[in-house]
Structure formats: C-alpha cells, structure tokens
C-alpha cells in the first residue's frame, strides 16, 4: 500500500517502499494550500517534471532544508547546482535511476517548460515510479498523446497522478482517455482548481470517470490517503 498527501495543484508526497518522493512543489504561492508549513515537509527525492513556476516554487527551500535530491532533467538539476543544491540527479526520457530501491523513469509529455526568468528549461516529462509491489504513473502537465500507451504496455499501473484542468493541460475526457491508455482505473487529479482558468466541476468530473468505468479521485489540499 502507497501511501499520499496532497499539497495542492500537482504537489504530492508519495511514501512508496518506505521512500519519501515530493512531486512538484508549489505550495507557498498557492492562496488554497496556506495551511500547509513547508518547514515539516522533509522528502528523500524531489521530482521534478517541468520548469514553470507552478511546478517548482518550493523546490529549492525543501532541498536544502531536507538535503533531498533533486530528480529531474539535465537543465533543470544543473539549474539548481548553481544555487547550491548538488547532489541533484540529471536524467532524461527513457532514462530509469533508483531511489533507494525505487525505479523512476522518466516519459514524455507534451507541455511546454521554462524558468520563472524565462530561460530555458529542457524538456516537460512525467514520471513512472516502480515499487515492490506497486508501480503509479505521474503525468506532469501534458496533453493526451499516444506514447500513453507505452506506458501501459510496459508497466503495470497501479493507479495515475493526471492532469485534468484543461486549458494548460488536457482536460477531463482527455484525462479519462490517458487512464485508459496507461491501463488503470485509478486516478489521482491534479492541476484543477488552482486559478479560475483550470477550475472544474467536481461532480461533472467524477461522473465522466464513472461513466467509462474508472474511479477519480479528487483529494482535498492536506488530506493524506493510502492505496
């Protein structure tokens, strides 16, 4: 069993294996998360999967308080070497590291990625994590796209972290779609509610899942759960 709390928009602490991973820190800059105290949230990984600062506003006072390392693509674990954090972990797509007896590897997305400066920051990815008795997709922020499947051909999914806002990233039906794709019927929402553009209706939402046989769930920002 999994163990997750949610943050608020994509941010996630998901305790697998008993290893700690923080997926997309944003949280001092989200007005829905302020119950949340950054200074208790110690990871033993941070996963990053794009460069926008919706996706890692946190991610630099958690490392260095935690001294976690940051998992993520080239450019954006040297961007981070430079302000002291280095023992981060470059990576790439298709590429797989081990955290503590862990495997992440990272995939695609289609998104778009920079800094909060405006530079360049690599490629968006997402993130397949592998335990010893569950594995979880994690989308990052992305449109619907057919290497989906791959996912799905190659790794058995316990359950997926989706986007599902729309307008910046699929929506609903496409997210209901990628579940199919990567072959679970559990679904974890992220992406939704944060600002007005990618607001949704929670029970149009639910329905949708339903309706094609799929459980979603929309987690309350602090609520913990296990699957």
Same mark, same amino acid.
Do not use: R
């Given at each position: 069993?999994?163990?997750?709390?949610?943050?608020?928009?994509?941010?996630?602490?998901?305790?697998?294996?008993?290893?700690?991973?923080?997926?997309?820190?944003?949280?001092?800059?989200?007005?829905?998360?302020?119950?949340?105290?950054?200074?208790?949230?110690?990871?033993?990984?941070?996963?990053?999967?794009?460069?926008?600062?919706?996706?890692?506003?946190?991610?630099?006072?958690?490392?260095?308080?935690?001294?976690?390392?940051?998992?993520?693509?080239?450019?954006?674990?040297?961007?981070?070497?430079?302000?002291?954090?280095?023992?981060?972990?470059?990576?790439?797509?298709?590429?797989?590291?081990?955290?503590?007896? $862990?495997?992440? %590897?990272?995939?695609?997305?289609? @998104?778009?990625?920079? =800094? /909060?400066?405006? &530079?360049?920051?690599?490629?968006? *990815?997402?993130?397949?994590?592998?335990?010893?008795?569950?594995?979880?997709?994690?989308?990052?922020?992305?449109?619907?796209?057919?290497?989906?499947?791959?996912?799905?051909?190659?790794?058995?999914?316990?359950?997926?972290?989706?986007?599902?806002?729309?307008?910046?990233?699929?929506?609903?039906?496409?997210?209901?779609?990628?579940?199919?794709? $990567?072959?679970? %019927?559990?679904?974890?929402?992220? @992406?939704?509610?944060? =600002? /007005?553009?990618? &607001?949704?209706?929670?029970?149009? *939402?639910?329905?949708?899942?339903?309706?094609?046989?799929?459980?979603?769930?929309?987690?309350?920002?602090?609520?913990?759960?296990?699957?």
């Amino acid at each position: 069993m999994t163990n997750i709390t949610y943050y608020g928009h994509s941010s996630f602490m998901v305790k697998i294996d008993g290893v700690k991973l923080l997926f997309d820190p944003f949280i001092t800059g989200n007005d829905l998360a302020s119950d949340i105290d950054i200074t208790t949230i110690n990871p033993d990984f941070i996963l990053l999967s794009h460069g926008h600062q919706d996706h890692i506003l946190d991610a630099e006072t958690i490392a260095k308080q935690s001294n976690a390392p940051i998992i993520s693509n080239f450019e954006i674990v040297n961007w981070y070497g430079d302000k002291g954090i280095e023992n981060g972990v470059p990576m790439n797509h298709g590429g797989t590291v081990d955290c503590d007896g $862990v495997k992440v %590897k990272m995939t695609n997305a289609v @998104h778009t990625s920079s =800094f /909060p400066d405006g &530079s360049y920051a690599g490629q968006p *990815a997402g993130f397949v994590v592998s335990g010893k008795e569950q594995s979880f997709y994690y989308s990052g922020d992305t449109a619907l796209h057919y290497d989906m499947k791959l996912i799905g051909e190659e790794a058995h999914i316990d359950f997926a972290f989706l986007c599902l806002g729309d307008h910046f990233t699929m929506g609903i039906d496409d997210a209901a779609k990628a579940a199919k794709f $990567v072959g679970t %019927k559990e679904v974890i929402g992220m @992406h939704f509610d944060t =600002f /007005p553009p990618i &607001s949704i209706e929670h029970e149009n *939402a639910s329905k949708t899942f339903k309706d094609v046989g799929l459980n979603l769930k929309l987690p309350n920002i602090g609520e913990e759960f296990n699957l």
